[in-house]
């Protein structure tokens, strides 16, 4: 984050802009002083650029994992309003822990880490070695697979708990095939979804 201060608005974002290479688009910024008395003025912003939450990020994801002892190649890209990150290291099946568990909590550290940097809600989805990729089309399979079996049978299934962004997939899924609506049930780790069957 960096401030800067001018006599409006108008100039502040434009000494910003000029200041870091930047459009006006290209720049995220939040007022945090006003003051217009009858002989001066001053605006205060604070802001920040999408260069400068990936550079954070780098360094936030590259401090803990050379702390640990890890040599680490990170690829960063902006898709959709959400950051990607995607490492490799040495010792990728000791960061991904079973079942994913501490990719996501290094996913949920990082991501809180730079939403309270740059006070701002920032969406994050870390990957090793395309591991939640791998993860996401076997979950989707899945989802066809059992999605198919309530159109044929009618029958209700209710799936194996998963984590939060592995249901979300399974919701898409199915939120796409005919006569078929899904519900999640259960609490944290134990959160599940079932496949209902919907008559027209």
């Known amino acids: 984050m960096k401030n800067y201060e001018a006599k409006t608005l108008e100039d502040a974002i434009n000494n910003a802009c000029q200041d870091l290479g930047v459009t006006p688009d290209q720049l995220t910024y939040n007022v945090i002083e006003e003051k217009k008395g ?43 309003d959400r950051i990607y990150v995607n490492l490799d290291t040495d010792h990728n099946s000791i960061l991904i822990g079973k079942n994913g568990v501490i990719l996501r909590t290094l996913n949920f550290i990082t991501k809180n880490a730079v939403s309270t940097a740059f006070k701002e809600k920032i969406e994050l989805s870390l990957d090793i070695n395309g591991y939640k990729e791998n993860r996401y089309k076997k979950v989707t399979a899945l989802a066809k697979r059992f999605g198919k079996q309530v159109q044929r049978t009618h029958v209700d299934v209710a799936l194996d708990p998963l984590p939060a962004d592995e249901r979300k997939v399974i919701h898409q899924v199915i939120a796409d095939m005919d006569h078929l609506s899904t519900k999640s049930q259960g609490e944290g780790r134990n959160r599940f979804i079932t496949i209902h069957y919907v008559e027209d």
């Not at 400068?52 to 360094?59: G, K, L, T, Y």
Request: glycine residues 2%; charged residues 30%; contains cysteine.
């Open 38 to 80: 009858l002989f001066s003025k001053k605006v205060v912003i604070e802001c920040f650029t999408e260069s400068m939450v990936e550079e954070f990020i780098e360094n936030y994801l590259r401090t803990i994992l050379t702390d640990l002892g890890y040599d680490v190649e990170m690829a960063i890209f902006k898709q959709d």
